[in-house]
C-alpha cells in the first residue's frame, strides 16, 4: 500500500479537492472526517459534478464526495484487495486499522510491484538451482521433449540394443509415461500462459481507463476555468452597468 494518502476535509470545496488532485498528480483523495475516512473524491465523481450542473465551488466534498466507502484491513492479502475491487468496480481501495486511515491501495499498482513479491522474484533469479530448474521445467513441458525421446527410441529399436519384443515393451512403457507427463505439463503451461495474457490485457484495459479519466479531468478542470472567466465577467459586467 502507498502510506502517503492525500486527505481534504469534509468541509472542503470541490475546487480545492481538484487542486489537490492535480498538485499531487492522483486520480483520487480520501475524505477524512478526523475520527477516520468518511467517503473518497474521484475523478468520476468530479465529471458527475460537472455534469449534473452543480456548482465546484460552493459544493463541499461531503455533499458530493462517494460515502460508500470500501476498505480493507492492513492485514489483508493483496488478492483479497485485488478481488475487493473488482467486484465493486472500483480502482482506489483504503486501507484502515481500527477505523484510522494508514494507507491506500490503487489498481495502477500491480501485483508483480509488491515489495515480498519483487522480493521473491529476484531471490529466484539469483538462484542458480531455481534457474536451472525452470529450464528443466520448460524444456520438459514442451513437445520438442517427445520427439527427441520419439526418435531416441526409434533408434534404440532400429538398432536392436535390446532383442524383441523386450526393446519394444520398453519403449511403449517409457512413451507413455513421458508422453503423459509432459503433457500435463503442456497443459499446465498453457493455462499459465492464458492467465499472464488475459492479465495483461486487463491491465492494459485499466491504463486505457485511467488516461480516459485523466483526460476528462482535464476536460472538466477546462470547464470549471471557463464557468469561472464567465462568472467573472457577467459580474464585472453588472458592476460596469
Not at 459544493?59 to 467486484?87: F, N, Q, R, S, Y
Not at 525452470?134 to 520419439?150: E, K, P
Not at 513421458?178 to 503451461?189: C, K
Request: proline share 3%.
Amino acid at each position: 500500500m502507498h502510506t502517503d494518502v492525500i486527505t481534504v476535509a469534509p468541509e472542503d470545496t470541490f475546487v480545492t479537492a481538484a487542486k489537490v488532485l492535480r498538485a499531487n498528480d492522483v486520480s483520487a483523495v480520501v475524505v477524512d472526517g478526523g475520527a477516520g475516512p468518511v467517503g473518497i473524491v474521484t475523478e468520476r465523481d468530479y465529471v458527475r459534478l460537472v455534469e449534473e450542473g452543480r456548482d465546484p465551488n460552493s459544493t463541499t466534498c461531503h455533499a458530493g464526495m462517494t460515502a460508500e466507502l470500501i476498505t480493507i484491513d492492513p492485514k489483508a492479502d493483496v488478492a483479497d484487495a485485488a478481488e475487493l475491487m473488482t467486484k465493486h468496480h472500483i480502482r482506489h481501495l483504503p486501507v484502515v486499522d481500527r477505523g484510522r486511515l494508514v494507507g491506500i491501495v490503487s489498481i495502477r499498482d500491480p501485483v508483480m510491484r509488491h515489495p515480498a513479491l519483487r522480493h521473491l522474484e529476484q531471490k529466484r533469479r539469483q538462484s542458480i538451482q531455481n534457474r536451472v530448474a525452470d529450464g528443466i521445467t520448460a524444456f520438459a513441458g514442451s513437445m520438442l521433449f517427445v520427439y527427441i525421446h520419439i526418435v531416441w527410441f526409434s533408434i534404440w529399436i532400429g538398432a536392436r540394443v535390446e532383442g524383441y519384443p523386450y526393446g519394444l515393451l520398453t519403449m511403449i512403457v517409457s512413451l507413455e509415461a513421458i508422453f503423459l507427463s509432459t503433457f500435463v505439463m503442456i497443459s499446465q503451461n498453457r493455462a499459465d500462459a492464458k492467465r499472464q495474457a488475459l492479465a495483461d490485457h486487463q491491465w492494459e484495459l485499466v491504463q486505457h481507463e485511467e488516461r480516459q479519466n485523466d483526460e476528462l479531468l482535464r476536460l472538466s478542470q477546462q470547464i470549471l476555468e471557463l464557468t469561472g472567466a464567465i462568472h467573472d465577467l457577467t459580474v464585472a459586467t453588472e458592476h460596469s452597468r
